[in-house]
């Protein structure tokens, strides 16, 4: 009698599992990096023009005065951004991934509806915020008086450099490390929502200002829903330069805006503006998955 050959079932279909999701401590690295980076580059930056300027009679008043003028203010923000563009493309270089894909450095239509709500967008967050700041229905940000005593203390030479670097420089570099390298990671982890939510968030806490630093989390949460339904942040680079250099036109070129009526006139333009922008953004950008491993 012949053995029987058992009869085996089939076996089970693999089953694929969940790509794992990527770890976030990369972005609060490179975060606490440009943070570190940026307050020793503008101390070393000042300290040295301090130095040279004054020469064996430095002191630290002369220091902070170097800190508020137009070279030390300058110097110190390019060094800034260097580090940031830093950051970000050393972090998409290490990725796994296309350092322009983890970047999402990526080429998408631009549609000039997109580009202007946009933009507009982030222009209201500006009038609503100053025109507050103006009526003393909030503190005044130190760092934007500052900025904007140094801007209209320029040459005419001296103002289209300034507000070409304050314009442009921001626009590329800050969007390339918070919407591309931190919100990409934070998102793929997290979701959209907490994921622009907590980048906006440490955008702001990198001004080191708290007025600027709120303008700047509202502002972020705007750019961060561009850049992730549009799948690419050069639609939010756009925005955010162009903002920057027509709040820098306006400050080489405006006067002291103190009117009561016109800042009640801007905070009502704002207030409108706004919410229109995010409807029209809301509706015009169709939702993209960019939950991919980063």
Not at 217 to 227: H, K, S, T
Not at 234 to 262: E, F, K, Q, Y
Request: aromatic share 8%; net charge positive.
């Amino acid at each position: 009698m012949s053995e029987l050959t058992p009869i085996l079932p089939p076996p089970l279909p693999a089953v694929a599992s969940a790509p794992a999701k990527p770890r976030v401590w990369p972005a609060f690295v490179a975060f606490v990096a440009l943070l570190f980076l940026e307050v020793i580059a503008a101390a070393v930056v000042v300290i040295a023009l301090a130095v040279i300027q004054y020469g064996p009679q430095v002191n630290a008043a002369k220091v902070l005065a170097i800190a508020e003028s137009a070279p030390g203010l300058l110097i110190s923000f390019v060094f800034t951004m260097a580090l940031a563009a830093g950051l970000a493309l050393v972090g998409g270089w290490l990725s796994p991934q296309f350092w322009r894909d983890r970047l999402r450095l990526r080429r998408v239509p631009l549609k000039g509806g997109i580009l202007l709500m946009g933009t507009l967008g982030v222009m209201s967050v500006g009038m609503i915020l100053s025109s507050c700041m103006e009526l003393h229905w909030l503190p005044r940000s130190h760092a934007l008086d500052v900025l904007d005593r140094m801007m209209k203390s320029l040459s005419p030479g001296g103002a289209i450099v300034a507000v070409t670097l304050l314009g442009l420089l921001p626009g590329l570099v800050e969007e390339l490390l918070f919407r591309g390298y931190i919100q990409t990671r934070l998102v793929a982890r997290w979701g959209a929502t907490w994921g622009i939510f907590w980048t906006a968030l440490l955008f702001g806490i990198s001004h080191l200002d708290p007025m600027q630093g709120l303008f700047a989390v509202i502002v972020g949460c705007i750019l961060g829903f561009v850049a992730y339904r549009s799948g690419s942040i050069i639609p939010a680079m756009i925005c955010h330069a162009v903002n920057n250099l027509a709040s820098g036109l306006i400050a080489v070129t405006a006067g002291d805006l103190t009117d009561r009526a016109a800042n009640l006139a801007m905070l009502f333009c704002g207030v409108v503006i706004l919410p229109l922008a995010i409807s029209y953004l809301r509706v015009r950008l169709p939702p993209v998955n960019t939950s991919s491993t980063a």
